[in-house]
């Protein structure tokens, strides 16, 4: 018999890869290539070595859920988090132009999930994070925290390399915005 968390856990696991499959095809416009090929072997080890390690994890026999309600604030802010994700994929989509290259300084629109393009210049993947960060917390499970901090390395390096290439292209950026947490980086 299937446990309540650990369907939640994979119905978010899935629909987050869906949303990235589907934005990939749909959303983003990329003005270059943005992924040789030869990081395919590594970026699929990578990922299905974590999946598999999360899924024995929150299958094992001894495996405990966390409460109701720490499953729920988890659910929660992963939902809110996808929601931001796209929101800010959605507006860097409208940036630019089908067709172009044209690159302008990301500004928050009407949605309330953009505002975070006031501290971060890359709200993306600040998003990402609190989505794995609240998978975590709603699985209690230390390999998809170890998942989020891989994860959160790695999209702090892109990042800075954005932060500081808006920074060198935009004589205008704004200041106060940090790479990818507000106030810290």
Request: glycine share 6%; net charge positive.
């Amino acid at each position: 018999m299937w446990e309540f968390g650990w369907c939640i856990a994979a119905i978010c696991w899935v629909a987050h890869y869906a949303k990235r499959l589907l934005e990939t095809l749909f959303v983003h416009r990329f003005s270059h290539a943005t992924m040789p090929l030869r990081n395919l072997f590594k970026n699929c080890s990578y990922y299905w070595a974590f999946a598999g390690y999360v899924a024995y994890h929150v299958n094992h026999p001894l495996f405990t859920e966390p409460s109701t309600a720490v499953m729920y604030a988890g659910l929660a802010g992963f939902i809110v988090s996808e929601l931001g994700n796209f929101s800010i994929h959605m507006l860097l989509r409208n940036l630019r132009p089908a067709g172009s290259t044209v690159r302008k300084i990301p500004k928050p629109d009407g949605n309330p999930l953009t505002q975070l393009f006031n501290f971060v210049s890359c709200p993306n993947y600040t998003y990402e994070f609190l989505s794995w960060l609240s998978f975590s917390m709603m699985t209690t499970c230390v390999p998809a925290l170890l998942f989020t901090a891989a994860g959160m390395y790695q999209m702090t390096v892109w990042a800075i390399g954005k932060h500081k290439n808006y920074k060198k292209d935009f004589k205008d950026y704004p200041k106060g915005r940090k790479a990818i947490l507000p106030f810290v980086i």
